[in-house]
């Protein structure tokens, strides 16, 4: 049982170009999210899923497109990257809707930078 | 969504007791409250969630009063290993299907020899 795995661990990227941070969870949870950190800064939502085929914007969503897959994959796509996006990418996963002990599991992170 | 507000840094030494505040004026019925852990270079990680009075476990306790528009983390007997970011957040777990979870700007707990 890996948890929440996101891929890759470190990315250099120059301003224009695009990609794809991966995220993939094995605990069968309904809700998946996007957050990132910026150096000595809290999680800004970027955008979630709270369940297959479903994805809504969070508090900080330009510049940036999601695919929920399937059930296990939540994907991040920067179209056109720019230096403001130089941050850590955390992508989290939600235990099922509808029990009491409601947490988050969050990967290992993303660290990208723009130059 | 409630919003929370937190100290933005705390320190304390090894071997004492850590209360961390937060609050949470518009918390909503449905609300539980949740609390998490970051250390440095790593994804948050939970600690405790409660909904009224005081709940327990093996690394801390969460005490929220009658009228749910505070709580506090206490985390007894703390060492250097607690050193971390704590983060408090206020969602509904039940109704919010998979719904929005907003992160506020933590608490930074420096714990000193």
């Known amino acids: 049982n890996a948890g929440v795995t996101q891929t890759p661990k470190f990315q250099v990227l120059k301003t224009g170009q695009s990609m794809t941070l991966q995220c993939a969870q094995d605990?069968?949870?309904?809700?998946m999210y996007w957050y990132r950190q910026d150096p000595g800064m809290g999680l800004r939502l970027i955008y979630y899923s709270a369940s297959e085929g479903t994805t809504d914007k969070g508090e900080v969503p330009n510049g940036y497109n999601v695919s929920r897959l399937n059930k296990r994959e939540f994907s991040l796509r920067l179209e056109s990257a720019a230096p403001s996006q130089t941050s850590v990418y955390f992508c989290?996963?939600?235990?099922?809707?509808?029990?009491?002990?409601?947490?988050?599991?969050f990967g290992p992170g993303t660290r990208l930078t723009v130059l | 969504l409630a919003k929370t507000t937190q100290p933005i840094s705390m320190d304390s030494y090894e071997g004492q007791e850590v209360n961390i505040t937060c609050s949470h004026n518009?918390?909503?019925?449905?609300?539980?409250i949740t609390w998490y852990q970051q250390f440095p270079s790593q994804g948050p990680r939970f600690i405790i969630q409660g909904y009224k009075t005081k709940v327990t476990n093996e690394v801390a306790s969460l005490f929220i009063p009658a009228d749910r528009k505070s709580s506090t983390l206490s985390l007894p007997r703390v060492s250097l290993s607690d050193t971390a970011v704590y983060y408090c957040?206020?969602?509904?777990?039940?109704?919010?299907?998979?719904?929005?979870?907003?992160f506020g700007q933590g608490t930074e707990l420096s714990v000193k020899p």
């Open positions: 518009n918390i909503a019925t449905n609300d539980y």
């Open positions: 957040l206020v969602g509904d777990p039940i109704y919010n299907q998979g719904g929005k979870l907003i």
């Open positions: 605990m069968n949870h309904n809700s």
């Open positions: 989290a996963s939600r235990t099922p809707d509808r029990v009491i002990t409601d947490t988050q599991y």
